[in-house]
């Protein structure tokens, strides 16, 4: 069956992406002994388990998890160009997140980040869905032009956070910005895959609901879906796991974008399908990044943001045109 | 009540078991306002719509799902949803979010793309379609309900005529067994030849209910069009055909 061989491939894609982004960096780790065939020395052992395994990992879980919210966003928005940046997520996680380094908090309590982080990005969703819903039932261009400016508000609150911060916390938050994974480990693992694969299972169940939501609003009413609860269920979890997503590997823009818009033309819209195989292809592609990342420069990490920012721009520019075209 | 401006006024309406209504009346009169409040997608600021003897508050929401099936112009920005995702979402009043579908349900489903004659494109994602395609897909989804009032917002609209006939002929289908029709038609001849009943809304207000006929000749028709009917008696017709000229007499 058609559908079968594409998710073996990705299946196959992430275990291969894995696999490399493990055995590859400054030191190379030797593929017979990651797959067990030779045993490992001490040395790459400790660098296996200690910083390449929980890293790799993390991309992985990252990377899927942002795909999946965008899949979401994009069938609740109805735009297959929909985005958790689009919505304010990113912003109000990044305000969580700064605000939280800058009181101080990060220091004190390991989760204080991530917890600020995914409050940081409900909040911004919640606040761009009570804008708009001012003046009544909103329109999409309603929602999307609210969320336009409710991630203009926190950009500008975190510039001015910014300026008040000293300056040695200033380059850790301006780092964690753009995006990477330098340094998770095990514990940044642990909580970032707890709230994105438990959110991440929940949208796959949802699945029905969100088909609905694609249809339009009214006729999702007239079948039996509480439109207003279900939107918001649907931005509650996307604001946990982008939220956290965000806590642990900073904004990593266009995953959202890419790995949804690049599947749905091979397994169909319907969320049953394209949210799993966008969070396997999610997954290789954010573990490539950061592949990407940590070996393009020999002196630096590349922040992983600006990698997908250089592939994901050109793709959504290209993916804007066809669509403008097939119009 | 729409927005700020009350769009319809004193309107009393009784749909029957099998019956064919057909909705008429000028553009912007009210007919879609209307035919959303009988769905329960707009609440009335006084008044209310009761079914099976229960007002629509007293249904749970699956419920009134399963009972009444609106079929509207789509949404503009068609979902690429194949035609057999679209239709088996009819289904969702009945499985909810989780159950998984039974025979019952894929047999809904066959008979709502056979009955529409749309069975070739079941596997053709929605954005391919034309149209008028598209517009059967929607009442396919609707039949798929299995509803007992099926309420539709200009379905012939952007059909030929051969699938505008079988349009009709599916609605006479359903209504055989026993499902209510309420259909906003923009054709008056073709309203009065497939209706036994023709509801006339002007400016908000009913004006006329009854025979279409009745209601084609009398003078609320001319009236609410500013046009004059003349009705034809044809010996090879069971019913009249209808002319229509510019101006009322």
Not at chain 1, 208 to 235: C, I, K, N, Q, T
Not at chain 2, 25 to 38: F, Q
Not at chain 2, 120 to 133: C, Q
Request: proline share 5%; charged share 15%.
């Amino acid at each position: 069956m058609r559908l079968g061989w594409v998710f073996a491939v990705l299946v196959a894609a992430v275990l291969i992406a894995v696999t490399s982004a493990v055995a590859i960096g400054s030191v190379r780790l030797p593929m017979a002994g990651l797959v067990g065939w030779a045993p490992l020395e001490p040395a790459h052992q400790a660098i296996l388990w200690n910083v390449r395994l929980p890293r790799v990992l993390l991309a992985a879980v990252v990377g899927g998890g942002l795909a999946v919210v965008g899949a979401t966003l994009q069938a609740v928005f109805r735009n297959p160009l929909a985005d958790a940046g689009l919505l304010g997520v990113s912003a109000g996680a990044a305000l969580g997140a700064v605000l939280a380094v800058n009181a101080g908090w990060v220091s004190n309590v390991f989760l204080a980040l991530p917890a600020a982080a995914f409050a940081g990005a409900l909040l911004a969703l919640l606040l761009v869905y009570a804008l708009a819903h001012l003046a009544g039932r909103p329109t999409l261009h309603g929602l999307l032009l609210t969320g336009l400016a409710v991630s203009a508000v926190a950009s500008a609150g975190l510039s001015m956070l910014l300026v008040a911060t000293e300056e040695f916390r200033v380059k850790t938050v301006l780092f964690w910005l753009a995006g990477g994974l330098e340094g998770r480990s095990w514990p940044h693992l642990g909580v970032g895959s707890a709230f994105v694969l438990s959110g991440s299972v929940l949208l796959f169940l949802l699945a029905r609901p969100l088909d609905l939501l694609s249809l339009g609003e009214d006729e999702a009413a007239s079948l039996g879906l509480p439109v207003h609860a279900a939107r918001l269920v649907f931005f509650g979890v996307a604001a946990l796991v982008a939220g956290a997503a965000t806590a642990v590997a900073g904004s990593v823009p266009f995953v959202g974008l890419m790995a949804p818009h690049a599947l749905r033309a091979v397994v169909g819209p319907p969320a049953r399908r394209l949210l799993p195989a966008a969070f396997l292809a999610g997954a290789s592609l954010v573990v490539v990044a950061d592949l990407g990342a940590r070996s393009l420069s020999d002196r630096y990490d590349l922040p992983l943001g600006s990698v997908t920012a250089f592939v994901g721009a050109p793709y959504f520019l290209l993916a804007i045109r066809r669509s403008e075209e097939r119009a | 009540m729409r927005g700020t401006r009350a769009v319809l006024h004193g309107v009393s309406l009784a749909l029957r078991a099998g019956e064919a209504v057909a909705l008429v009346g000028p553009n912007a009169a009210g007919k879609s306002t209307l035919v959303r409040v009988l769905s329960g997608l707009l609440r009335p600021r006084s008044g209310e719509v009761r079914l099976l003897d229960r007002g629509l508050g007293g249904w749970s929401r699956e419920a009134l799902a399963q009972l009444v099936a609106l079929v509207a112009p789509e949404d503009a920005g068609a979902s690429s949803l194949t035609v057999r995702d679209r239709v088996a979402l009819g289904r969702y009043p009945h499985r909810g979010p989780f159950r998984p579908f039974g025979d019952a349900d894929h047999a809904a489903v066959a008979r709502a793309l056979s009955q529409t004659g749309i069975e070739d494109l079941a596997g053709r994602p929605l954005a391919t379609l034309s149209a008028g395609e598209r517009q059967l897909a929607t009442l396919a989804r609707g039949l798929a309900q299995e509803p007992c009032v099926l309420l539709l917002d200009e379905p012939a609209a952007h059909l030929d005529i051969g699938h505008e006939l079988a349009l009709f002929r599916v609605l006479d289908e359903v209504r055989a067994r026993g499902v209510a029709v309420l259909a906003v038609i923009h054709d008056l001849a073709r309203a009065a030849r497939w209706a036994e009943r023709m509801v006339l809304i002007s400016g908000g207000r009913l004006t006329a209910d009854g025979h279409p006929d009745a209601v084609l000749q009398g003078p609320a028709a001319a009236e609410a069009f500013g046009v004059s009917v003349r009705a034809h008696a044809v010996p090879t017709l069971p019913s009249p055909l209808y002319s229509f000229e510019a101006g009322a007499k």
